[in-house]
């Protein structure tokens, strides 16, 4: 297909280039809905691109534009020096060994019908693997994100919400992926429970060397596990860069207002952080007052 | 085709039934007697009609003129018809074909229904608008008219109106086929089985088609009566084959002769009622089934707490929990001294009654209390007691929930006294809306859609502090303003779904402080809400709590929240009090190895990209957090 891209020495794992996602309107006629405007990204070979925002403000959206889930209207989504915007389905399958994916929500993202032995060797058959191979692999799966190997001939339902989404990770690992999208994996779990998931994905990185688009609406949980950080604001990217400079040191209004958002645990660092906000909020109303006052 | 809908509504329901679940729908079928029956009856006739080659004495149309309208006797145990054809052979003929045309008739209409409705709900787009026009003409058709126009082109044939029927019925699963299938078409899992690469039939065929199976089943069992019937009704008519055997034909001879030999009309009336009321009877135990399996489903859902009694509401609970409060009643008896407090929780147990007579407990042995002016956050993981706990003060426990032991009193009054099993709604519907109330966790599903947000508003002003509507009206839009919404008169004027999840959210804030109570209970107000929301929401909360100097109880899981607004914590595990004190204590210094490892499991001030418990295998990776590794502790749901 296309050819990688000469001018850098090591080329990105994936980039995306003015990438813009609309859907259709339901209405006659009507304006589509615009999803995504103008998104430029990169990720590296081992490297942790968080994705940061509210809801609403087309993170995920993002996230599933790379998993080919969500149309590409204009722009590149490039894998490994392919265009893989529109990639056909049979191009998707060859992709499924690279491209991998944990979702949110690990009640609804596993069939509950099926069993967990099952269910990780879905894609493995996929790939044409034989069944006492992919038997091994499942083994060796539920090994590597911590879950006992009688978990096989179990059903989903049997599983905390944990526990779960360790089996989706394990599911997203099958195919040894080279980049795994990860949509907002922790954000159901509890605190105790999110730690220990989060710890799985640092340490399969450290053993994998995978990349992953982490995509997540909290600040803390970004800066805990990227390298670098890009900040979402209604389907535009509006910063981004190292994860310590963008999670501590912000320079978008929106992403300061962000960050003075998420309450500390310590009552007086929590007052000052409040205080700060408030601050820093009388500070950008009076500049768009300004602003609006010049023009 | 009514049925239609409310099968569809099963299949929505049971969405998430599939091939294992299956095994559990068959042997809970077998356990309904009504669906052994009806399999029973249904296998009978079945087998009759299999065999009729074997079991009949006669041919169908063998006519022995010399014996019409013969009483029963031993070479025609059923008698003869007008034609001195035996009515036994006729009946185990026509079975045959009775059955066969109605099997028939659900192939055709499966046929056409079930992959026009997988696609159309599978891909939606054209296909679906151009197939939905197509049912709705077949749908607007008159069926009886078309089958007779069909009858005056083709001939008397069985087959041929059984299949033009099959077409006339089959928008039925189309609808239903659709419908089910939409509602998993999103499902994360079809999407994860996308970027496996899977092809469309092969999601089709292993994470949708499961899904379809059971109403299928269902929907077949009702149309199969249908076919019978309506096939019976034309012959009855005198529109069907004479020269074969079916128990519409037999019908039609037995009117005939209804003066002379009433019996002739019962043999197949009776075949055709215990067929068609066996379809019947399946179809529904099969949906009985199918639901028992949506109530567990439900279970796993709520927090496993909640859950566990919901199967067995109403078996009573056995002397234990009697003893239980007897041994209480010494500290309940010590309240004097106490009254100041606002709430006040004394060794408080919930539980709920299981089958097998014991009682799961999912609060034990809790005590707080919570003054005017004060916050208290409860704190706690999913499972840990903290909202029952709430829920308890609140008295809004569901109904087969049981205060096994303890007492809570609420400004020197007993709501839950000492003795008391369950907590008394008599002394609670006075408080409740007027000095206790409610701030819920989801703010869009705690707000009736039917409903303008500002009548929401007013009604329980109306009620409760017994104001006129205008004046009601007055306070809600002051309230509103209170709140932070900019423009109330809008906000008061819009349905729910007009507003975003914060506005949501502040509009039941709103409505908590309406009635000024003296306490609220918050579960969890801001884990619904976007951070920049949620920091907004948290200064209204303590801003309305100082100016009103109101009690609250915060249940929450984030450390944040708490170091922001409260003054004293009770953290939770699995329904007891792990520790209680100040939130400066709490959350420098916890004394308890369960909240250092909550809090340890905090990621603010942590160094990025280093493990936060120690890995399961290999050194601990930051020595800071070597005291929080726990063993992994997430139960088997």
């Known amino acids: 297909m296309s050819t990688p891209a000469a001018s850098q020495h090591t080329p990105p794992l994936l980039s995306v280039e003015n990438l813009v996602v609309e859907y259709p309107s339901k209405k006659f006629r009507a304006k589509p809905f615009r999803a995504l405007t103008d998104i430029n990204i990169t990720i590296g070979q081992g490297e942790t691109l968080g994705l940061v925002g509210e809801s609403g403000s087309g993170k995920t959206t993002l996230g599933r534009a790379v998993l080919g889930l969500a149309p590409v209207t204009q722009g590149k989504v490039i894998f490994e020096g392919n265009d893989i915007s529109n990639a056909s389905r049979r191009e998707r399958r060859t992709l499924s060994r690279d491209l991998q994916v944990v979702f949110q929500d690990p009640y609804t993202s596993l069939n509950p019908a099926l069993e967990i032995g099952d269910i990780l060797a879905e894609p493995l058959a996929v790939q044409g693997l034989d069944k006492e191979t992919a038997r091994k692999r499942v083994k060796e799966l539920l090994d590597q994100v911590g879950l006992p190997s009688d978990a096989v001939h179990r059903l989903p339902r049997e599983f905390s919400g944990g526990q779960r989404q360790r089996v989706a990770i394990a599911r997203a690992l099958a195919l040894s992926p080279k980049l795994i999208v990860c949509d907002e994996p922790v954000s159901a779990l509890d605190l105790s429970t999110q730690a220990r998931v989060l710890d799985l994905f640092l340490q399969i990185q450290k053993d994998t060397g995978v990349s992953y688009l982490f995509v997540s609406h909290d600040l803390d949980v970004v800066r805990h596990i990227s390298h670098r950080v890009a900040v979402m604001f209604r389907g535009e990217i509006v910063e981004q860069g190292p994860a310590e400079t963008v999670t501590r040191n912000p320079e978008h209004p929106y992403t300061q207002r962000l960050l003075l958002a998420s309450p500390v645990p310590d009552p007086d660092r929590q007052e000052q952080r409040r205080a700060d906000r408030h601050r820093l909020l009388e500070q950008q109303r009076q500049q768009t007052e300004q602003a609006g006052a010049a023009a | ?402 205060i096994v032991a303890g007492s809570i009193q609420f400004d020197g009054h007993y709501t839950v006294a000492p003795e008391d099993e369950k907590v008394s709604q008599e002394r609670l519907t006075k408080l409740r809306g007027k000095r206790i109330s409610y701030i819920p966790q989801e703010p869009m599903s705690n707000l009736d859609p039917a409903f303008t947000i500002g009548y929401q508003l007013v009604t329980p002003m109306v009620r409760v502090l017994g104001i006129s509507k205008a004046e009601a009206r007055q306070r809600a839009l002051k309230l509103l303003t209170d709140v932070g919404i900019v423009n109330p008169e809008r906000t008061f004027d819009a349905y729910p779904h007009e507003v975003s999840g914060g506005m949501a959210q502040r509009v039941l804030i709103a409505g908590a402080i309406s009635c000024e109570p003296d306490l609220v209970i918050a579960d969890e107000p801001t884990t619904a809400l976007d951070v920049t929301v949620q920091a907004d929401v948290l200064d209204l909360l303590r801003e309305l709590q100082q100016r009103l100097n109101i009690g609250v109880v915060l249940v929450t899981h984030n450390f944040g929240v708490v170091a922001d607004l409260c003054d004293r914590v009770a953290v939770m595990q699995n329904g007891r009090l792990v520790e209680e004190g100040t939130v400066r204590e709490i959350l420098r210094n916890p004394k308890e190895k369960y909240t250092q490892t909550l809090l340890g499991s905090m990621l603010e001030g942590k160094e990025p990209m280093t493990m936060l418990v120690s890995p399961p295998e290999g050194p601990v990776a930051h020595g800071e957090t070597a005291h929080h590794a726990t063993a992994e502790k997430e139960p088997v749901a």
Request: hydrophobic residues 50%; proline residues 4%.
């Open chain 2, 1 to 402: 085709m009514s049925d239609s809908v409310d099968t569809a509504a099963v299949s929505v329901a049971t969405g998430q039934t599939g091939t294992v679940v299956r095994s559990t729908v068959m042997r809970r079928l077998l356990k309904n007697p009504l669906g052994i029956a009806a399999l029973l009856i249904l296998g009978t006739i079945a087998l009759l009609a299999i065999l009729a080659p074997v079991l009949a004495p006669f041919e169908e149309n063998f006519a022995n003129i010399s014996k019409t309208l013969a009483a029963p006797d031993f070479t025609n145990i059923l008698g003869t018809d007008s034609a001195g054809r035996d009515n036994w052979s006729r009946l185990l003929f026509g079975a045959q074909l009775t059955l066969l045309s109605a099997l028939l008739c659900a192939g055709v209409a499966i046929a056409i229904g079930l992959p026009a409705g997988l696609i159309a709900g599978y891909y939606a787009g054209k296909f679906e608008a151009v197939s939905n026009w197509i049912v709705s003409i077949l749908m607007s058709l008159p069926g009886l008219i078309v089958l007779l126009t069909i009858r005056a082109a083709f001939g008397p044939s069985v087959w041929i109106s059984m299949i033009a029927f099959g077409i006339l019925i089959s928008p039925s699963y189309f609808r239903l086929t659709r419908a089910a299938v939409q509602s998993v078409r999103n499902e994360l899992y079809v999407d994860a089985a996308r970027v496996s690469g899977l092809s469309d039939l092969s999601i089709i065929a292993r994470h949708i088609f499961s899904v379809v199976r059971a109403p299928i089943i269902i929907q077949t069992a009702a149309i199969a009566g249908v076919a019978i019937a309506i096939q019976s009704g034309l012959e009855f008519l005198g529109l069907g084959d004479p020269t074969k055997a079916t128990w519409g034909v037999m019908l039609s001879e037995g009117f005939k002769n209804v003066y002379l030999t009433p019996t002739l009309l019962l043999w197949p009336a009776l075949a055709m009622a215990l067929t068609i009321g066996g379809l019947v009877l399946l179809g529904n135990a099969i949906r009985d089934a199918l639901e028992d399996g949506e109530k567990i489903k439900h279970r796993k859902k709520r927090a496993a707490v909640s859950a566990t009694g919901a199967a067995t509401a109403g078996t009573r609970t056995t002397a234990e929990p009697a003893k239980a409060r007897q041994s209480r009643k010494a500290v309940a008896a010590v309240e004097s001294g106490t009254e100041h407090h606002l709430v006040k929780v004394t060794g408080l147990g919930v539980g709920y009654p299981q089958a097998d007579g014991s009682i799961k407990k999912v609060v034990d042995d809790v005590s707080f209390h919570v003054d005017r002016g004060e916050i208290l956050g409860i704190v706690g993981e999913s499972g840990s007691g903290k909202s029952q706990t709430a829920f308890s003060i609140l008295g809004l426990l569901p109904d087969n929930a049981r």
